[in-house]
């Protein structure tokens, strides 16, 4: 089992900025990708960024340049940094841990980001 606690949402104005945390605990010792879905209203999830503990980033094409991924392995820790955020960046980020061996796959309790136009 692996165990997510996510933290950082919160309501910004548009251009504003904000930092997601989720800090992973368990069954984390092996290859894994630690990333960031965000499910808009209305929406299904959807991939924004994913970072592997061997250091390889992805990124959805509608927030590069915005939005930085990044790991510390040593606390099994993923952020992301939010710049410039817009309206259509609302909803609810969702933290992602995957086992790469066999893609088993766990999820966060979400945390709402609100942009205000």
């Known amino acids: 089992q692996v165990q997510l606690v996510e933290s950082g949402g919160g309501l910004v104005q548009a251009g504003g900025s904000l930092r997601l945390s989720c800090a992973a605990s368990g069954s984390i010792f092996s290859a894994n990708a630690m990333g960031w879905y965000l499910q808009a209203p209305g929406s299904q999830r959807e991939l924004v960024a994913t970072?592997?503990?061997?250091?390889?980033?992805n990124y959805v094409d509608s927030v590069k340049g915005r939005f930085t991924i990044s790991r510390d392995n040593a606390k099994s820790t993923v952020y992301l940094q939010m710049n410039n955020l817009k309206p259509e960046d609302t909803g609810v980020y969702y933290c992602?841990?995957?086992?790469?061996?066999?893609?088993?796959?766990?999820w966060g309790q979400g945390t709402q980001v609100t942009v205000s136009s």
């Open positions: 970072a592997t503990n061997g250091g390889s980033t």
């Open positions: 992602l841990w995957r086992r790469i061996v066999d893609g088993r796959s766990y």
